[in-house]
């Protein structure tokens, strides 16, 4: 006898044997979405003594991992400042290791001695020069402490070092000068910037003691000399190193205007507008032009001086 086999026409649909990704399956057979899971097991968490409630809040979790990421970023950024700090530090401390150890040890004890002499400052830097003790390492020691105030942005010592620097560098210049730029600083410090006309007398006067005057007979004898009462042959004159000529004089004011006019004449060109950088330069410009005019007059003097 043989079986038939009848199809079934209402048999259910075919179920997958994995269940959805969003369902879960728990293992007491129960299924439910995952999202569920989480809010019932927020629900349930107990609360941790000493978190706000706003800890089991998502957003304020996120803004939170925001907040520790800034503040990650800022502390690199320090980090990142602070080496270029120790850098820089670094490499103005190097600039003195070409030098020996006793001579830096001596510029610093003497730069020190300038700023704690506070108004006797002048004497001291005076009796240094007169010393020689006034180099170009003491410059550089002056240099670096204002670099280091000006990077640590300590505007008073900024100001202090700063007029300490040019008052030494103009001490050097001026014993290293010739002794007709030493004449031409002297004549120029003469003026009290009102009396034109008596400071112009005064320099006439200056300069008729300082020139060597130009007559054979003065060049070849000392001043004073009496030929009447002078008895046998006359001695020669004795070479000085500071015997100044007038020619001399002329000769190197006259170069000197010459390069201060091209550097004022290139300085015109860049002029800008009315921003504090371009009047503070303007008044500076100024400040050279009087000055320029100043020489001009010393140095028509001196052309037209008559003994």
Known sequence: MEAKLFPLTCAPPFQPLLPPSNVRISRFGTTYSSGAVLRSMRKEEPL?????????DDEWQARQREKTKELHRLRREEEEEEERKIDEYREIGMRLKGY??????????LVSSFIRAEEEVEERIEEAAERGELTELVLMVIWNRLDLARRD?????????????RRVETEILKREATPAMRLLNDLLNMHD??????????CKKRMANTFLRE????????????????????PMPLEADDVLLRVDFVREVDA?????????????SMEGGFEPESVAVRLKEQEKKRTIRQVESLLDLAINLKW
């Not at 020996?100 to 004890?109: F, G, M, Q, S, Y």
């Open 193 to 202: 910037g009102f009396d034109d006309e008596g400071w112009l007398k005064e």
């Open 215 to 234: 007559d054979p007979f003065s060049i070849l004898v000392p001043s004073g000399f009496d030929i009447e009462k002078h008895d046998g042959p006359l």
């Open 256 to 268: 000197l205007l010459q390069e201060v006019r091209s550097e004022q004449n290139e300085a015109q």
């Open 48 to 56: 941790l003594e000493g978190m706000p409630k706003e800890y089991y």
């Open 100 to 109: 020996p150890e006793e001579d830096v040890i001596k510029a610093r004890k």
């Open 153 to 165: 942005d300590e505007k008073d010592a900024i100001r202090s070092l700063d007029l300490l620097y």
